[in-house]
DNA sequence: CGTATACTTGAATTGAGTCAATAAGTGTGG
DNA sequence: CCACACTTATTGACTCAATTCAAGTATACG
């Protein structure tokens, strides 16, 4: 927590130092966004944040509802600000695969080449910041921090993705299922919540997509999880990771 | 070989160009340089690539050898200029995954954080260029057009590491094999190797260690598409694609 | 409440893995 | 050039983890 004194709203953030006083920049949404200390724009205060603020649309998306569909136009960037957000991929007979959950300060849509790789849909009520691909990348040039802090993200999504390849190549439904588990804690304790339960925002059909598995697979796994005792089930989107020492050797297959 | 008559020693390894004599700048291995074109340094010349020049160490790996191991510090990056680079992850239990293999133009070690978060290994004879990773971020500052062909190049490499997740999580083994060769095709067409017929520098265990398959399976799934006549297998390490049209079909599942 | 939706559980099936035995290269030194 | 050892690839028989098919049982919703 870091505050300066500004007079900013009530809210979870507020604006960095910067310029506050009298006739101030309206930092508008930023200034209330929960999401800035994790976004890509945390970088960013006083007259800089204005300018990004001058590119910057605000949407919200509604559940089940695609923010844009894979092959589509690349035309906008997102920033997630509230709200969990799928990415997924399809093959022509269905078979669905989800590359990724989206957080609160995760980017989306930073591809190269003209149309958009995958589609992203909101779970549950979302909102996001929308960005004019060209407009952003103009930015940089003013904005060299932003640029920098950009590809410090795609350098962390990259190793993300890298995790990903390895549990989908060599992990067991049961590691799988856990390293899930884990890496839904991590992102929990990065937005600041604690405590050992987590809470699954997506169905279990997401889950499957994104593991590589089936409803059933995944359903039986973590039922035979909280038989074993390494979790506990309070309800069928939450759970208690019990067992942190039995987590962690199964996630690597040490057992 | 790359010589530019500049006087480097033979070894492994030689002292960056700086600038020689003369007048104009001492363009040395870049000059020669076969992967120069698809390279994150294309964005450079003159001036700009002597700068670069001037932090740029060559190297060279053997056959199977280790660039760096994940882990390590990450001190340098790299960028493949001859042969073929292999980038893996373990699990304890030796189970391995190969995320990617790299070749000429590609680039290696842009993770965020200070350990490399997987093995780098040569497949056969190959050369790289060496950078110190602060140097190189430093330069940044400098050559703007760098970073954002490096921002460009990581966002490719994300959308290649999606596909591959695609792969791993929902295709079969034989729609894993032909998607492989395909990606190979694409490759090779990319560094200007024209024809139907792909060459695979890699072992089957590689091979199956990237797709998430076997040895056995990997060996049966070739011999069966060529007893189907959609590849020919004039050797081991050499395919012929034979019926593209049903490759094509085979590889998204359409059949 | 009734009905759709999501989740769990069970039984049978199967695609890919494991174990095991060749076969085909590759290289080395005599 | 051949014999030997060694590595790499293929092929076969069997097993098994995860899928598929098929009920059931919660849970949410108009």
Redesign the interface.
């Known amino acids: 927590m870091s505050s300066t004194g500004a007079k900013v709203p009530s809210a979870d953030i507020f604006a960095p130092g910067g310029h506050a006083s009298g006739q101030g920049i309206n930092l508008g949404p930023c200034a209330a966004c929960a999401a800035r200390q994790l976004a890509f724009c945390n970088v960013l205060d006083g007259d800089d944040l204005g300018r990004l603020l001058q590119i910057l649309t605000e949407s919200t998306a509604t559940s089940g509802h695609a923010i844009f569909y894979e092959g589509d136009e690349a035309e906008h960037v997102y920033n997630v600000t509230e709200g969990v957000v799928r990415v997924s ?1 399809m ?3 269905g ?3 989800i ?1 990724g959950f989206l957080f609160p300060g995760d980017f989306l849509g ?4 003209d149309a958009y ?2 589609t992203a849909e909101a779970i549950g009520p979302a909102r996001l910041c929308r960005f004019k691909r060209d407009k952003l990348l103009n930015l ?2 003013e904005l ?1 921090t932003l ?2 802090r ?3 993200m ?6 993300a ?6 549990l ?4 067991t439904a049961r590691e799988r299922v856990v390293s899930f588990f884990q890496l839904l804690a991590k992102q929990a304790r990065k937005r600041g919540e604690m405590g050992g339960t987590i809470h699954l925002p997506m169905s279990r059909a997401d889950i499957a ?4 598995l089936t409803i059933e697979t995944v359903s039986r796994t973590i039922t035979k999880l909280a038989k074993d005792g390494v979790i506990e089930l309070p309800s069928s989107n939450k759970v208690v990771l019990a067992d942190l020492d039995a987590l962690e050797a199964i996630e ?3 057992e």
Do not use: C, N
Request: proline share 4%; charged share 30%.
């Open positions: 991929k093959l022509p007979d078979r669905r695969q590359t930073l591809s190269h080449g790789a995958y940089f040039d060299p640029e920098k950009l590809l410090g795609a350098a962390d999504e990259l190793a993705a890298q995790d990903q390849i390895l989908l190549g060599r992990k997509d994104y593991l590589g690597m297959g040490e």
